[in-house]
Protein backbone atom coordinates (compact mmCIF):
# COMPACT_ATOMS: atom_id res chain seq x y z
CA UNK A 1 0.00 0.00 0.00
CA UNK A 2 1.28 3.78 -0.68
CA UNK A 3 0.28 6.90 0.19
CA UNK A 4 -1.50 8.73 -2.37
CA UNK A 5 1.57 11.47 -3.10
CA UNK A 6 4.19 8.39 -3.12
CA UNK A 7 1.73 6.74 -6.04
CA UNK A 8 1.54 9.81 -7.68
CA UNK A 9 5.16 9.74 -7.37
CA UNK A 10 6.04 6.51 -8.95
CA UNK A 11 3.42 7.17 -12.08
CA UNK A 12 3.81 10.40 -13.13
CA UNK A 13 6.76 11.11 -15.49
CA UNK A 14 5.78 14.06 -17.31
CA UNK A 15 8.89 16.61 -17.61
CA UNK A 16 9.21 18.08 -14.14
CA UNK A 17 8.10 14.93 -11.75
CA UNK A 18 11.37 13.76 -10.39
CA UNK A 19 10.18 10.25 -11.75
CA UNK A 20 9.75 11.62 -14.93
CA UNK A 21 13.40 13.05 -14.29
CA UNK A 22 14.86 9.51 -13.89
CA UNK A 23 12.90 7.92 -16.81
CA UNK A 24 14.90 11.07 -18.84
CA UNK A 25 18.53 9.35 -17.55
CA UNK A 26 18.24 6.59 -19.81
CA UNK A 27 17.34 6.01 -23.48
CA UNK A 28 13.56 5.09 -24.26
CA UNK A 29 12.24 2.99 -27.42
CA UNK A 30 10.41 5.64 -29.11
CA UNK A 31 9.13 3.63 -32.13
CA UNK A 32 10.07 0.67 -34.26
CA UNK A 33 12.73 1.10 -36.99
CA UNK A 34 9.19 -0.39 -39.37
CA UNK A 35 7.65 3.07 -38.59
CA UNK A 36 10.52 4.87 -40.22
CA UNK A 37 10.04 2.35 -43.52
CA UNK A 38 11.99 4.97 -45.99
CA UNK A 39 14.13 7.98 -46.03
CA UNK A 40 12.53 11.16 -46.81
CA UNK A 41 8.94 9.43 -46.21
CA UNK A 42 6.31 11.10 -44.23
CA UNK A 43 7.15 12.35 -40.68
CA UNK A 44 5.39 10.38 -37.98
CA UNK A 45 3.59 12.01 -34.85
CA UNK A 46 4.92 10.38 -31.05
CA UNK A 47 4.45 11.28 -28.08
CA UNK A 48 7.04 10.26 -24.54
CA UNK A 49 6.59 10.82 -21.30
CA UNK A 50 3.88 13.67 -22.10
CA UNK A 51 5.94 15.18 -24.64
CA UNK A 52 4.44 15.30 -28.12
CA UNK A 53 7.44 15.20 -30.51
CA UNK A 54 7.65 14.29 -34.03
CA UNK A 55 10.47 11.73 -35.58
CA UNK A 56 11.20 11.71 -39.55
CA UNK A 57 14.15 9.85 -41.60
CA UNK A 58 16.20 11.98 -43.69
CA UNK A 59 17.94 11.66 -47.01
CA UNK A 60 20.75 9.62 -45.45
CA UNK A 61 18.90 7.51 -43.26
CA UNK A 62 18.71 9.25 -40.31
CA UNK A 63 16.53 9.78 -37.72
CA UNK A 64 15.88 12.34 -35.64
CA UNK A 65 13.39 13.20 -33.20
CA UNK A 66 12.26 16.60 -32.40
CA UNK A 67 9.53 19.56 -31.29
CA UNK A 68 6.67 19.36 -33.59
CA UNK A 69 6.34 22.94 -33.63
CA UNK A 70 8.42 25.22 -35.96
CA UNK A 71 10.09 28.10 -34.35
CA UNK A 72 9.10 30.78 -36.67
CA UNK A 73 5.43 30.76 -35.51
CA UNK A 74 4.62 27.53 -34.66
CA UNK A 75 3.06 25.82 -37.47
CA UNK A 76 3.29 21.73 -37.06
CA UNK A 77 6.09 20.21 -39.15
CA UNK A 78 4.02 17.04 -39.34
CA UNK A 79 3.03 19.23 -42.55
CA UNK A 80 6.27 19.41 -43.56
CA UNK A 81 8.47 18.00 -46.68
CA UNK A 82 10.61 16.16 -45.80
CA UNK A 83 13.21 17.01 -48.48
CA UNK A 84 17.20 16.86 -48.86
CA UNK A 85 18.59 15.75 -45.53
CA UNK A 86 15.69 18.08 -43.24
CA UNK A 87 12.20 18.71 -42.90
CA UNK A 88 10.98 21.68 -44.19
CA UNK A 89 8.50 23.85 -42.86
CA UNK A 90 5.14 24.20 -45.09
CA UNK A 91 4.41 27.63 -44.10
CA UNK A 92 6.99 29.68 -44.92
CA UNK A 93 9.80 27.67 -45.74
CA UNK A 94 12.07 26.77 -42.89
CA UNK A 95 14.25 23.92 -42.77
CA UNK A 96 15.67 21.76 -40.17
CA UNK A 97 18.01 18.91 -40.04
CA UNK A 98 17.94 15.80 -37.18
CA UNK A 99 20.06 17.65 -34.92
CA UNK A 100 17.24 20.43 -34.88
CA UNK A 101 19.75 22.96 -36.78
CA UNK A 102 17.55 25.77 -38.93
CA UNK A 103 19.79 24.77 -42.50
CA UNK A 104 17.52 27.24 -44.26
CA UNK A 105 15.98 30.76 -43.83
CA UNK A 106 14.46 31.40 -47.03
CA UNK A 107 12.22 34.39 -45.85
CA UNK A 108 15.97 36.20 -44.46
CA UNK A 109 18.41 37.89 -46.81
CA UNK A 110 20.87 36.06 -48.07
CA UNK A 111 23.86 37.43 -46.14
CA UNK A 112 21.74 37.61 -42.41
CA UNK A 113 23.15 35.05 -39.96
CA UNK A 114 19.40 34.73 -38.26
CA UNK A 115 19.69 31.26 -39.64
CA UNK A 116 22.41 30.38 -37.23
CA UNK A 117 20.37 31.52 -33.90
CA UNK A 118 17.18 29.22 -34.78
CA UNK A 119 17.41 26.14 -33.00
CA UNK A 120 14.34 23.58 -33.20
CA UNK A 121 14.65 21.50 -30.00
CA UNK A 122 15.66 17.96 -31.00
CA UNK A 123 16.49 14.65 -29.02
CA UNK A 124 19.39 12.35 -29.24
CA UNK A 125 18.33 9.27 -31.51
CA UNK A 126 19.86 6.38 -32.17
CA UNK A 127 18.53 3.20 -33.73
CA UNK A 128 19.35 -0.60 -32.97
CA UNK A 129 17.90 -3.47 -32.57
CA UNK A 130 15.14 -2.80 -34.65
CA UNK A 131 14.26 -0.21 -32.45
CA UNK A 132 14.30 4.19 -32.50
CA UNK A 133 15.23 5.07 -29.22
CA UNK A 134 15.22 8.52 -27.99
CA UNK A 135 17.20 10.09 -24.77
CA UNK A 136 15.59 13.41 -23.45
CA UNK A 137 17.90 13.88 -20.45
CA UNK A 138 20.70 16.72 -19.90
CA UNK A 139 22.90 16.48 -22.92
CA UNK A 140 25.78 16.66 -21.50
CA UNK A 141 25.34 13.58 -19.98
CA UNK A 142 24.07 11.34 -22.82
CA UNK A 143 24.95 7.37 -21.90
CA UNK A 144 25.59 4.31 -24.45
CA UNK A 145 22.21 2.06 -25.02
CA UNK A 146 21.72 -0.66 -22.77
CA UNK A 147 23.30 -3.48 -24.36
CA UNK A 148 20.21 -5.81 -24.19
CA UNK A 149 20.62 -9.09 -26.10
CA UNK A 150 17.97 -8.76 -28.40
CA UNK A 151 20.49 -6.11 -30.16
CA UNK A 152 23.60 -8.37 -29.27
CA UNK A 153 22.03 -11.12 -32.12
CA UNK A 154 21.76 -11.40 -35.71
CA UNK A 155 18.89 -9.51 -37.03
CA UNK A 156 17.03 -13.05 -38.29
CA UNK A 157 17.02 -14.31 -34.53
CA UNK A 158 15.01 -11.60 -33.35
CA UNK A 159 11.54 -10.33 -33.78
CA UNK A 160 10.14 -6.56 -32.42
CA UNK A 161 6.84 -5.37 -32.00
CA UNK A 162 4.77 -3.30 -29.83
CA UNK A 163 1.24 -3.03 -28.26
CA UNK A 164 -0.73 0.23 -27.09
CA UNK A 165 -1.67 -0.33 -23.33
CA UNK A 166 -4.71 1.79 -21.79
CA UNK A 167 -3.83 2.50 -18.13
CA UNK A 168 -0.69 3.44 -16.53
CA UNK A 169 2.85 2.22 -17.26
CA UNK A 170 3.36 1.19 -13.85
CA UNK A 171 0.90 -0.86 -13.06
CA UNK A 172 1.50 -3.06 -16.50
CA UNK A 173 5.65 -3.18 -15.88
CA UNK A 174 3.99 -4.52 -12.14
CA UNK A 175 2.18 -7.38 -14.29
CA UNK A 176 4.95 -8.05 -16.05
CA UNK A 177 7.11 -9.42 -12.71
CA UNK A 178 4.37 -10.82 -11.06
CA UNK A 179 4.99 -13.71 -12.05
CA UNK A 180 2.51 -15.44 -9.50
CA UNK A 181 -1.03 -14.46 -11.39
CA UNK A 182 0.28 -17.25 -14.10
CA UNK A 183 -1.30 -19.70 -11.64
CA UNK A 184 -4.37 -17.61 -12.23
CA UNK A 185 -4.88 -15.35 -15.16
CA UNK A 186 -3.60 -17.08 -17.99
CA UNK A 187 -4.75 -20.43 -16.51
CA UNK A 188 -6.23 -23.35 -18.80
CA UNK A 189 -9.50 -25.43 -17.03
CA UNK A 190 -10.56 -27.92 -19.51
CA UNK A 191 -11.42 -30.97 -17.54
CA UNK A 192 -10.93 -33.60 -20.05
CA UNK A 193 -7.45 -34.79 -21.10
CA UNK A 194 -8.66 -34.03 -24.68
CA UNK A 195 -9.67 -30.91 -24.33
CA UNK A 196 -6.93 -30.22 -22.06
CA UNK A 197 -4.31 -31.02 -24.92
CA UNK A 198 -6.42 -29.03 -26.96
CA UNK A 199 -6.28 -25.59 -25.19
CA UNK A 200 -2.43 -26.13 -24.64
CA UNK A 201 -2.12 -27.19 -28.35
CA UNK A 202 -4.35 -23.63 -28.82
CA UNK A 203 -1.53 -22.01 -26.29
CA UNK A 204 1.24 -22.83 -29.17
CA UNK A 205 3.20 -24.78 -26.47
CA UNK A 206 4.47 -27.37 -28.66
CA UNK A 207 7.70 -26.00 -29.36
CA UNK A 208 8.34 -27.14 -25.44
CA UNK A 209 9.78 -29.66 -23.79
CA UNK A 210 7.38 -30.71 -21.14
CA UNK A 211 5.09 -28.14 -21.70
CA UNK A 212 2.01 -29.60 -20.01
CA UNK A 213 4.23 -30.60 -16.55
CA UNK A 214 5.67 -26.97 -16.94
CA UNK A 215 1.68 -25.38 -16.60
CA UNK A 216 0.42 -28.21 -14.53
CA UNK A 217 3.26 -27.30 -11.60
CA UNK A 218 2.31 -23.53 -12.15
CA UNK A 219 -1.46 -24.20 -11.92
CA UNK A 220 -0.90 -26.31 -8.82
CA UNK A 221 1.26 -24.35 -6.42
CA UNK A 222 -0.49 -20.74 -6.44
CA UNK A 223 2.16 -19.74 -3.89
CA UNK A 224 5.57 -19.70 -5.22
CA UNK A 225 8.57 -19.91 -2.72
CA UNK A 226 9.76 -16.20 -4.03
CA UNK A 227 13.58 -14.31 -3.56
CA UNK A 228 14.85 -11.31 -4.91
CA UNK A 229 18.40 -10.84 -6.22
CA UNK A 230 19.35 -6.73 -6.31
CA UNK A 231 22.14 -6.11 -9.22
CA UNK A 232 23.69 -2.94 -10.37
CA UNK A 233 20.90 -2.48 -13.22
CA UNK A 234 18.18 -3.91 -11.58
CA UNK A 235 16.63 -7.33 -10.39
CA UNK A 236 16.39 -10.98 -10.39
CA UNK A 237 12.88 -12.54 -9.19
CA UNK A 238 12.59 -16.01 -8.87
CA UNK A 239 9.61 -18.00 -8.18
CA UNK A 240 10.25 -21.68 -7.29
CA UNK A 241 7.00 -24.00 -7.42
CA UNK A 242 6.75 -27.70 -6.86
CA UNK A 243 6.84 -30.52 -9.07
CA UNK A 244 5.92 -33.85 -9.16
CA UNK A 245 8.86 -35.03 -7.61
CA UNK A 246 11.85 -33.46 -5.09
CA UNK A 247 12.72 -30.59 -7.65
CA UNK A 248 11.60 -27.17 -7.42
CA UNK A 249 10.68 -26.11 -11.08
CA UNK A 250 12.22 -21.81 -10.94
CA UNK A 251 10.46 -19.08 -13.22
CA UNK A 252 13.06 -16.06 -13.37
CA UNK A 253 12.37 -12.61 -14.23
CA UNK A 254 14.76 -9.95 -14.75
CA UNK A 255 13.78 -6.54 -14.60
CA UNK A 256 16.04 -3.78 -15.77
CA UNK A 257 16.05 -0.10 -15.47
CA UNK A 258 13.85 1.73 -15.41
CA UNK A 259 11.35 0.06 -17.49
CA UNK A 260 12.03 -3.28 -19.00
CA UNK A 261 11.25 -6.81 -18.04
CA UNK A 262 12.13 -10.64 -19.22
CA UNK A 263 9.72 -13.38 -18.70
CA UNK A 264 10.70 -16.38 -16.57
CA UNK A 265 9.85 -19.39 -18.71
CA UNK A 266 12.36 -20.10 -21.34
CA UNK A 267 14.52 -23.55 -20.74
CA UNK A 268 17.85 -23.58 -22.35
CA UNK A 269 17.16 -23.79 -25.94
CA UNK A 270 13.61 -22.12 -26.32
CA UNK A 271 13.00 -18.34 -26.95
CA UNK A 272 13.42 -15.22 -24.76
CA UNK A 273 10.81 -12.64 -24.69
CA UNK A 274 11.44 -9.02 -23.07
CA UNK A 275 8.92 -5.98 -22.86
CA UNK A 276 9.68 -2.32 -22.45
CA UNK A 277 6.82 0.21 -20.95
CA UNK A 278 7.34 3.62 -22.53
CA UNK A 279 4.80 6.08 -21.39
CA UNK A 280 2.57 7.92 -23.73
CA UNK A 281 1.42 9.86 -20.73
CA UNK A 282 0.30 9.26 -17.19
CA UNK A 283 -2.84 7.09 -18.53
CA UNK A 284 -1.29 4.94 -21.55
CA UNK A 285 1.71 3.95 -22.49
CA UNK A 286 3.24 1.59 -25.65
CA UNK A 287 4.24 -1.61 -25.12
CA UNK A 288 7.66 -2.75 -26.93
CA UNK A 289 6.91 -6.59 -26.91
CA UNK A 290 10.04 -8.58 -28.46
CA UNK A 291 11.60 -11.55 -28.55
CA UNK A 292 14.74 -13.77 -29.01
CA UNK A 293 16.85 -16.60 -29.77
CA UNK A 294 20.10 -16.45 -29.33
CA UNK A 295 21.50 -19.47 -31.32
CA UNK A 296 18.76 -19.93 -34.35
CA UNK A 297 17.03 -17.42 -36.69
CA UNK A 298 13.56 -17.37 -36.04
CA UNK A 299 10.85 -19.11 -38.13
CA UNK A 300 8.17 -16.96 -39.51
CA UNK A 301 5.42 -19.31 -37.42
CA UNK A 302 7.83 -18.13 -33.91
CA UNK A 303 7.56 -14.32 -35.30
CA UNK A 304 3.75 -13.88 -35.98
CA UNK A 305 2.84 -16.20 -32.97
CA UNK A 306 -0.44 -14.26 -31.83
CA UNK A 307 -3.21 -16.45 -31.25
CA UNK A 308 -3.63 -17.59 -27.83
CA UNK A 309 0.12 -17.76 -27.57
CA UNK A 310 2.16 -18.09 -24.07
CA UNK A 311 3.89 -14.81 -25.43
CA UNK A 312 3.73 -11.41 -24.95
CA UNK A 313 2.91 -10.52 -28.19
CA UNK A 314 -0.64 -9.17 -28.85
CA UNK A 315 -2.74 -9.05 -32.13
CA UNK A 316 -2.47 -5.70 -33.41
CA UNK A 317 -4.09 -3.54 -35.93
CA UNK A 318 -1.05 -1.25 -38.89
CA UNK A 319 -1.10 0.82 -35.97
CA UNK A 320 -0.69 -1.54 -33.00
CA UNK A 321 -3.40 -1.34 -31.44
CA UNK A 322 -4.40 -4.42 -30.25
CA UNK A 323 -7.74 -6.25 -31.61
CA UNK A 324 -8.94 -7.78 -28.11
CA UNK A 325 -9.07 -4.12 -26.61
CA UNK A 326 -10.97 -2.09 -23.73
CA UNK A 327 -13.42 -0.84 -26.17
CA UNK A 328 -14.73 -4.05 -27.16
CA UNK A 329 -14.33 -5.61 -23.48
CA UNK A 330 -11.33 -8.06 -24.92
CA UNK A 331 -13.98 -10.03 -26.79
CA UNK A 332 -14.40 -12.02 -23.49
CA UNK A 333 -16.21 -15.55 -24.55
CA UNK A 334 -18.20 -16.29 -21.13
CA UNK A 335 -18.92 -19.83 -21.94
CA UNK A 336 -15.08 -20.08 -22.78
CA UNK A 337 -14.37 -18.40 -19.07
CA UNK A 338 -16.97 -20.87 -17.86
CA UNK A 339 -15.36 -24.08 -19.21
CA UNK A 340 -11.61 -23.82 -20.71
CA UNK A 341 -10.10 -20.88 -19.89
CA UNK A 342 -9.59 -18.64 -16.21
CA UNK A 343 -11.06 -15.66 -18.34
CA UNK A 344 -12.58 -16.59 -21.41
CA UNK A 345 -9.99 -13.99 -22.92
CA UNK A 346 -7.80 -15.23 -25.91
CA UNK A 347 -4.59 -14.09 -25.77
CA UNK A 348 -2.04 -14.32 -22.65
CA UNK A 349 -0.95 -10.40 -23.82
CA UNK A 350 -4.79 -9.91 -24.14
CA UNK A 351 -5.56 -11.27 -20.41
CA UNK A 352 -2.72 -9.24 -19.39
CA UNK A 353 -4.03 -6.01 -20.87
CA UNK A 354 -7.22 -6.73 -19.60
CA UNK A 355 -6.53 -6.89 -16.75
CA UNK A 356 -4.09 -4.45 -15.90
CA UNK A 357 -6.79 -1.62 -17.83
CA UNK A 358 -9.29 -2.52 -15.19
CA UNK A 359 -7.11 -1.46 -12.30
CA UNK A 360 -8.15 1.90 -13.64
CA UNK A 361 -5.84 4.63 -15.33
CA UNK A 362 -3.77 4.55 -12.60
CA UNK A 363 -4.43 2.17 -9.96
CA UNK A 364 -4.99 3.30 -6.27
CA UNK A 365 -2.23 1.44 -4.02
CA UNK A 366 -3.88 3.74 -1.51
CA UNK A 367 -6.16 0.56 -1.62
CA UNK A 368 -3.99 -2.79 -2.19
CA UNK A 369 -3.16 -5.34 0.35
CA UNK A 370 -0.16 -6.43 -0.75
CA UNK A 371 1.43 -10.65 0.02
CA UNK A 372 3.82 -12.49 0.09
CA UNK A 373 3.87 -13.23 -3.45
CA UNK A 374 4.06 -9.30 -3.96
CA UNK A 375 8.00 -9.29 -2.81
CA UNK A 376 9.00 -8.62 -6.31
CA UNK A 377 6.19 -5.59 -6.93
CA UNK A 378 7.60 -4.31 -3.61
CA UNK A 379 11.29 -4.47 -4.48
CA UNK A 380 10.33 -2.58 -8.08
CA UNK A 381 9.10 0.16 -6.07
CA UNK A 382 11.60 0.62 -3.52
CA UNK A 383 14.45 0.52 -6.53
CA UNK A 384 12.96 3.14 -8.88
CA UNK A 385 11.55 5.18 -5.89
CA UNK A 386 14.64 5.08 -4.36
CA UNK A 387 16.53 6.00 -7.46
CA UNK A 388 14.21 9.05 -8.16
CA UNK A 389 14.29 10.51 -4.84
CA UNK A 390 18.15 10.16 -5.13
CA UNK A 391 18.45 12.08 -8.33
CA UNK A 392 15.95 14.79 -6.93
CA UNK A 393 18.62 14.90 -4.34
CA UNK A 394 21.30 15.23 -6.86
CA UNK A 395 22.85 12.04 -6.82
CA UNK A 396 22.78 10.11 -10.69
CA UNK A 397 21.47 6.96 -11.17
CA UNK A 398 24.14 4.40 -11.84
CA UNK A 399 22.71 1.83 -14.41
CA UNK A 400 22.78 4.46 -17.12
CA UNK A 401 26.45 4.17 -17.13
CA UNK A 402 26.86 0.42 -17.21
CA UNK A 403 25.03 -0.28 -20.77
CA UNK A 404 27.27 -4.15 -20.84
CA UNK A 405 25.38 -4.75 -17.55
CA UNK A 406 22.62 -4.87 -19.32
CA UNK A 407 23.11 -8.10 -21.24
CA UNK A 408 21.59 -10.36 -19.06
CA UNK A 409 18.97 -13.38 -19.44
CA UNK A 410 16.26 -14.86 -17.17
CA UNK A 411 14.13 -17.83 -17.11
CA UNK A 412 13.18 -21.30 -15.97
CA UNK A 413 15.31 -24.23 -14.42
CA UNK A 414 13.83 -27.12 -12.69
CA UNK A 415 16.38 -27.99 -9.87
CA UNK A 416 17.36 -29.56 -6.24
CA UNK A 417 15.42 -27.53 -4.08
CA UNK A 418 17.96 -26.72 -1.71
CA UNK A 419 19.59 -24.07 -4.18
CA UNK A 420 19.05 -20.74 -3.45
CA UNK A 421 18.08 -18.11 -5.87
CA UNK A 422 21.93 -17.28 -6.88
CA UNK A 423 22.83 -21.05 -7.20
CA UNK A 424 19.74 -21.55 -9.31
CA UNK A 425 20.79 -18.85 -11.72
CA UNK A 426 24.17 -20.23 -12.15
CA UNK A 427 23.18 -22.87 -12.94
CA UNK A 428 20.89 -22.07 -15.63
CA UNK A 429 23.20 -19.03 -17.04
CA UNK A 430 26.26 -19.89 -15.51
CA UNK A 431 26.38 -16.23 -13.13
CA UNK A 432 24.53 -15.23 -10.31
CA UNK A 433 22.43 -12.61 -11.87
CA UNK A 434 22.69 -14.04 -15.46
CA UNK A 435 25.13 -12.00 -17.26
CA UNK A 436 25.72 -13.46 -20.24
CA UNK A 437 27.56 -10.38 -22.33
CA UNK A 438 31.09 -12.23 -22.22
CA UNK A 439 29.47 -14.66 -24.84
CA UNK A 440 29.55 -11.35 -26.70
CA UNK A 441 33.15 -10.25 -26.28
CA UNK A 442 31.55 -7.44 -23.48
CA UNK A 443 34.04 -8.85 -21.29
CA UNK A 444 33.59 -11.07 -18.15
CA UNK A 445 31.81 -9.02 -14.88
CA UNK A 446 30.57 -9.49 -11.64
CA UNK A 447 27.93 -7.63 -11.50
CA UNK A 448 28.59 -6.72 -8.12
CA UNK A 449 27.76 -3.36 -6.28
CA UNK A 450 28.75 -1.40 -3.89
CA UNK A 451 25.17 -0.93 -3.76
CA UNK A 452 23.01 -3.43 -4.86
CA UNK A 453 19.87 -1.92 -4.99
CA UNK A 454 20.82 1.20 -6.75
S1 LIG B 1 5.80 28.78 -39.19
FE1 LIG B 1 7.30 27.51 -40.02
S2 LIG B 1 8.27 28.69 -41.49
FE2 LIG B 1 6.79 30.01 -40.67
FE1 LIG C 1 0.61 -12.44 -17.57
Not at 173 to 191: C, M, R
Amino acid sequence: MLSKADNEFLTQSDAGTPMGALLRRFWMPALLSAELPERDGPPKKIKVLGEDLLAFRDTNGKVGIVEPHCPHRGANLFHGRNEDCGLRCVYHGWKFDVDGNCVDLPTAPPESTYRDTIKLLAYPAREWADLIWVYMGPKDNVPELPQIELGLVPAANRYVTKKWQDCNWVQSLEGGIDTSHFSFLHKVIATGADELRAAMSKAALADQSTPDDRIRWVQNDPRPRFQVLGHDVGLVIGGGRKTDGPELYWRIAQFLMPNIAYTPAALPGEIYYGQCWVPVDDESCWIYSYCWQPERPLSNAERTKFDGGFNVHSEVDADYMPLRNRRNGYLIDRATQKHSTFTGITGVSEQDAAIQDSQGPIQDRTKEHLGPTDIGIVEFRKLIVGAARALARGEEPKAPRLPKRYAVRSGGCITSPDKDLAAVMTERFGHPQGYIGDKYGLGPTTMDSDNPRA
